[in-house]
């Protein structure tokens, strides 16, 4: 299953790293659908090697999760942890130093995030990312956004919380204190950011925070009076509103 992530303000991984390895682990309660894909090194790695050379995987794995290879004659066995996320097909692991020499041949079975609760992820980062879009958009471009969520800003904590929160119940789970609290004080936050009394960091808005005047000349020069906006002297930011070119009045006309 590929995880196929878009333009989201939160990852799988960002989640993971949020809500820690016990969360995310495999359980009971995640029904026995895990990969438990096997993986198999292919070339020996010498010890302190930060690179496992293996055959293509099958299903991703995310950055933390634990592998126990052995077989191939090892004895014991040597646990090592992954540093970076590895895509559907990748032929090579990042790994923290290993502590032991592995073999080739090794396997170690992957039971960590498991077919189903990855899927889940992704889903709670997409819900999470359209509850953000909800409340900000009227104010901030999605690209703005997008980009301060990638350099870990505002944006990207508020959409974990809210997609930590989502995770933990749609597993059947009261969500624990601390990520309620996480999520609670990121929806009052982001009710802020759409009222206008929060501004997010580093971004500018669509428009002005400020009124905004155009200047209008009335010409009687017309059986109807043209009043006109004088869009050249007019305050010059940009906004998403159009102005009325010429607006109609009616002037009597009177002899004595």
Known sequence: MALTLGNLYTTPQDVYDSIG????????????????QNVFVSVAAPLNATVLTITAIQYPMLAGTHLVFSEAGMNPPVEVTLSASAPVGALSLTVAPIGSPIAAGAQATDNGVNVWLASLMLKACRYATTQVKLYCTNR???????????????????????AARWLAKRRFQA??????????????????????????????????????????????????????????????????????????????????
């Open 175 to 256: 969500a624990p204190a601390g990520i309620e609290e996480d999520y609670k004080d990121a929806l009052e936050e982001l009710k802020q950011v759409k009222s206008g009394q929060l501004c997010i960091e580093d971004i500018g808005t669509r428009t002005s925070g400020w009124p905004f005047l155009s200047n209008l000349t009335s010409i009687d020069a017309y059986t109807y009076t043209k009043t006109r906006v004088e869009t050249i002297t007019s305050e010059g930011t940009p906004t998403q509103f159009g102005q009325f070119v010429d607006w109609n009045g009616i002037v009597g006309v009177f002899e004595w």
């Open 140 to 162: 901030y471009d999605d690209s703005d956004l997008a980009n301060n969520a990638s350099e870990n800003g505002s944006v990207n904590r508020w959409a974990t919380a809210l």
């Open 21 to 36: 390895i016990d969360a995310a682990q495999l359980r009971l309660d995640d029904r026995n659908q895990a990969s438990g």
